[in-house]
């Protein structure tokens, strides 16, 4: 079934959830309250250029795989979130305690907003601003941000260290421990696990690409005696 199938065309009950009346509720379906946080944050982000364009709208219908008879709600309901007038930060906290135990799946979320930003092209500096505040919201520390963002901007795509996170002066274990744990957060299984939508596993494997790209460019600029097992 469609994801929005289950809401049966109740955009009341939706944007409900907008408002925090549902997120502040235990999640009946992972699936779909990840769906409902991306809209109304993706919605807020869209905005923060100035406009809302269609390729950012159809960014977000790829993510979710939207059907065609589907498009038209979903479409209404990005729209119904966009002129809210509740405050992105209302939503990015809502979510952050909806999610408070799941790093990971916030992460996903950062994700998805990345990709919908891009949609244009260009990551503007409303919308750049926007994704590091929701970062913060969510609990992301400076370099954490800037590795989340590596993996869909450069220049920061070529720096090992910051795809990884880590300082130039990371010890080898402090490299290794975080090398481990970004793969296994990236890992196709673990999504699967989380129930986020199929695109974000494709967006993962990519970013899984460029962690072990990262760990080995330092791997070798450091000659590290002890290579972490993949």
Known sequence: MSIW?????????????????LLDREP??????FTIAVIALSAKMAKADGVVTDEEIEAFERLFRVRPEDAANVRRVFDMARRDTAGYETYARQI????AGSPALLE???????EIAKADGVLHPGESAFL???AEIFG??????????????????????????????????????????????NHPDSLIGRG??????????????????AYDKIEIERRLRIPVSR
């Open 96 to 99: 952050a305690r909806l999610f």
């Open 5 to 21: 199938g289950k809401f049966g065309g109740a955009i009341g009950t939706i944007l409900g959830a907008l408002a925090g009346r």
């Open 196 to 213: 986020v939508p199929e695109e974000f596993v494709r967006l993962a494997t990519d970013k899984l690409a460029a962690i072990n790209g």
């Open 28 to 33: 009946g379906d992972s699936n779909v309250v």
């Open 132 to 134: 590091e505040r929701v």
């Open 108 to 114: 996903d979320i950062l994700d998805g907003l990345f």
């Open 140 to 185: 992301f520390a400076p370099n954490e941000f800037r590795r989340i963002r590596a993996s869909h901007f450069a220049p920061d795509a070529a720096d090992p260290y910051v795809v990884l996170g880590l300082a130039y002066d990371a010890s080898d274990e402090e490299i290794r421990r975080t090398y481990r744990r970004l793969v296994r957060e």
